[in-house]
């Protein structure tokens, strides 16, 4: 049976990115009858700053070369540890057991919710792997990024989770969406920007329809009628040191509507 796990970081409820992954989810859902749905909230749970007892487990499945996910309880040697594994333990469990994994979140400050951070804080070990897993990443952000806008550099946002997702977790299928320019709602330097949000917008929902649909067929159990082919994960054994290979390439944001010379303007007005 095909597994979603649903993030959400958004600070707030009413935000441009949950209803973005909330479209992605449906649209898994509908073609998934009888799938198995996980939904967390980062922001209403949150989960807390890792501790040195986490990186104390973090530092043993290296020295052990414990790759395998089913085995780094091997790694809980204290009580401080075991505190430390009992908030990590069942984040991993649901990542692991999920074919597929949307994540609705934010820009904030150029980069991505602290609670969305620490969240992959504990649920990333060395040399792990998610192979065979299907990620999408449904954002928001205030101003303007996309490929060829003056902003595109400082977006630290998709360029890292991209970079993350592909370089360590050796994930291949990662696809990015975006409601841009949100500021434009809020901001009177913004206002005649307004008609490229709801553009971006609109092209965004329609995208992260196509996303869900096409991500439904990813995680297809193999040998369904819609099975397109996924391979289970396996754990990493390869001698790389922390993050392996896999460089960023920020192209690819859908909804990145904004002209070179207006996006300076968006951005500033974040
Ligand atoms: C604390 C904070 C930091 C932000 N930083 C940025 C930023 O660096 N760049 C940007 O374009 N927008 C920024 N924004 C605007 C948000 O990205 C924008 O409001 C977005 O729509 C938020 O996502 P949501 O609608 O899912 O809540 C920031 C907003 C907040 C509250």
Known sequence: MARLLHLDASARRTSFSRALSAEVAAAWRAATPGGEYVY???????VPHMGEAFTELVYYT????????????EAVRTPEQA???AIAEPLLAELAAADGIVIGTPMYNFSIPSTLKSWIDHVT???MSLRGRAFVVAGARGGAYGPGTPREPYDHEERYLRAFFEGHFDVEDVEFVHTELTNALLDPALARRLPEHERSRAA???RARELGAALAR??????SADSA???????RTADANGPAGGTADANGSA????DAAGAREAGAGR
């Open 62 to 73: 290296l020295e052990h070369n414990i790759t395998d996910i089913s085995r780094y309880g």
């Open 40 to 46: 967390r909230d980062l922001a209403a749970d949150p």
């Open 255 to 258: 909804g990145g509507t904004a």
């Open 125 to 127: 070990f060395p040399k």
């Open 229 to 235: 082919g996924v391979s289970p994960g396996v754990s």
């Open 83 to 85: 505190a430390a594994w």
């Open 204 to 206: 965004a929902l329609a």
């Open 218 to 223: 990813r995680t297809a159990p193999a040998g």
